[in-house]
Each structure stands twice: as C-alpha cells, then as structure tokens.
C-alpha cells in the first residue's frame, strides 16, 4: 500500500514558477514508477510526466515539454514537478500517482495503482 500527498499548489502570474511534492508513504517507493497528471475544469484528466524508479527514464507530455521538470528522491519518499515558464492553460488540479512498474514509465493514468488528493494550481494572465 502506498500514500501519497502532494504540496506546493497555489497561485502564480503567468512566466511564473512553482515546485510540486508528493510524498510517498511505504518501504517499496524506489519499486515504484510515479507519475503527474492535472485536470481542468470540465476536462478529462491527462498525463503531465512520469518517472522510472531510478530517475533514468522519464517522459512529457508535448504541452509541458521544455517547461516542467519531473525528478525524484528515494532516500526521501518524494516526487517533485518543477514548473516553469507557467501559462493560463497550466490551470489545474495536480495529482501524484504510483504504479508498481519498476522501469517502465507509463502515460496512461489506467496504468497507476494509487493516487494523490491533488494540489490546486491556478496560473493568472
């Protein structure tokens, strides 16, 4: 079993940067494959990045690409989205999720086992 909580939510003017934490609960985090996704409101929830247990694989998606960063820190349970360079269109709640994939990042969100709560990021034109 995994808990996550994601922290580092708030408001920011567009150009703006924010730093994103999920912190993981559990002695197998370093097993586990962690991923970002947002939801807007009234849209669908999408994958933002990912990460493989060993920091050595990670993916984006075209419209982060260049501006979010995805890392992580196993001695310390943690996941972070570096975001930069923030938009209007950035507007979403954030939400950390796990999947027990080893190596093997994943983009699709049917592929993660656990899931935050989210954090709220609103991005000001």
């Known amino acids: 079993q995994v808990q996550l909580v994601e922290s580092g939510g708030g408001l920011v003017q567009a150009g703006g940067s924010l730093r994103l934490s999920c912190a993981a609960s559990?002695?197998?985090?370093?097993?586990?494959?962690m991923g970002w996704f947002r939801q807007a409101p009234g849209k669908e929830r999408e994958f933002v990045t990912c990460?493989?247990?060993?920091?050595?694989?990670?993916y984006y998606a075209d419209s982060v690409k260049g501006r979010f960063t995805i890392s992580r820190d196993n001695s310390k349970n943690t996941v972070y989205l570096q975001m930069d360079s923030l938009k209007p269109e950035d507007t979403a709640v954030y939400y950390c999720?796990?999947?027990?994939?080893?190596?093997?990042?994943?983009?699709?969100?049917?592929?993660?086992?656990?899931w935050g709560q989210g954090t709220a990021v609103t991005v000001s034109s």
């Open positions: 999720a796990a999947a027990q994939r080893g190596e093997y990042p994943s983009v699709h969100r049917n592929d993660y086992d656990y």
């Open positions: 559990g002695r197998t985090f370093s097993s586990y494959v």
């Open positions: 990460i493989s247990w060993s920091g050595g694989r990670t």
